[in-house]
T-cell receptor, first 112, second 116 residues
Framework: GENVEQHPSTLSVQEGDSAVIKCTYS??????FPWYKQELGKRPQLIID?????GEKKDQRIAVTLNKTAKHFSLHITETQPEDSAVYFC???????????FGKGTRLHILP | DTGVSQNPRHKITKRGQNVTFRCDPI?????LYWYRQTLGQGPEFLTY????????KSRLLSDRFSAERPKGSFSTLEIQRTEQGDSAMYLC??????????????FGSGTRLTVV
């Protein structure tokens, strides 16, 4: 069925180090993979997305990679800063339904 | 029109009461989605509309839940006979023509429901 698995559930990294969050999805027909950041008490906000015809996309300190064969995709944050502390959700679109299915989230803590 | 608007922001209700939430999407977006988010979890899909047509309802949406979008603009989500397990953040999102697979979603700030 429709499923997106995300890990780790919690991640602590030293300020300035890199953080990596990994996800897998179940529907091989999925072709759109957004990532959302949710700060405490706020709405999820789209930070980056990738489509299945692209293997990697970068936007400043954030990059996403996609391995469609393995049905894996990952978020990489480099040179982490305190404001990166938040919950991050990976997601995948189910084309036949045009709805987005979310992972359970990763709580990222940036340590001073 | 600066984004997706949801009202109220917070709602506290007694078990067994009915509640209704409203969502106003971005005006040019014809797709509107409802999600539920409990603490420590990702948003779970409930239902979505294209214009006024409700195209899909999740199995999570029991018969106590009903959603409408009568004129293809704002939408309401009603929960009848609320239960404590209904306590959650209810998120609305919208996307333009072409749908979520091209542009992703814009989320509203949500309505936090507490059933006591």
């Amino acid at each position: 069925g429709e499923n997106v698995e995300q890990h780790p559930s919690t991640l602590s990294v030293q300020e300035g180090d890199s953080a990596v969050i990994k996800c897998t999805y179940s529907d091989s027909a999925s072709n759109y993979f957004p990532w959302y950041k949710q700060e405490l008490g706020k709405r999820p906000q789209l930070i980056i997305d990738i489509r299945s015809n692209v293997g990697e996309k970068k936007d400043q300190r954030i990059a996403v990679t996609l391995n469609k064969t393995a049905k894996h995709f990952s978020l990489h944050i480099t040179e982490t800063q305190p404001e990166d502390s938040a919950v991050y959700f990976c997601a995948a679109i189910w084309n036949r339904d045009d709805k987005i299915i979310f992972g359970k989230g990763t709580r990222l803590h940036i340590l001073p | 029109d600066t984004g997706v608007s949801q009202n109220p922001r917070h709602k506290i209700t007694k078990r067994g009461q009915n509640v209704t939430f409203r969502c106003d999407p971005i005006s040019e977006h014809n797709r509107l989605y409802w999600y539920r988010q409990t603490l420590g979890q990702g948003p779970e899909f409930l239902t979505y509309f294209q214009n006024e047509a409700q195209l899909e309802k999740s199995r999570l949406l029991s018969d106590r839940f009903s959603a409408e979008r009568p004129k293809g603009s704002f939408s309401t989500l009603e929960i009848q006979r609320t239960e404590q397990g209904d306590s959650a953040m209810y998120l609305c999102a919208s996307s333009p023509v072409g749908g979520a697979s091209n542009y992703g979603y814009t989320f509203g700030s949500g309505t936090r429901l507490t059933v006591v």
